[in-house]
C-alpha cells in the first residue's frame, strides 16, 4: 500500500533548528519517590485474587 504524506513543517533556517534542538530545559525533581519494584508475588497476588473472582461468579 502505498502511502502519500504531507509535511507541515514550519520553514526554517539551519541556525534557528540547530538552536531549537540544542535547548534543553530541565527540572530537578526534589520529591522523587521511586516506584515499588513489581514482583512474582505481586504477579501471583493478583492472578489468585481473579480466580476467587471467577469462581465465586460461577457459584452464585
Known sequence: MKKQT??????MSKDQLIELTSTVKETVATHFVP???FTVVDLWNIQRSSNTRILSRHLA
Open 6 to 11: 504531507n509535511v507541515n513543517f514550519a520553514k
Open 35 to 37: 516506584a515499588k519494584e
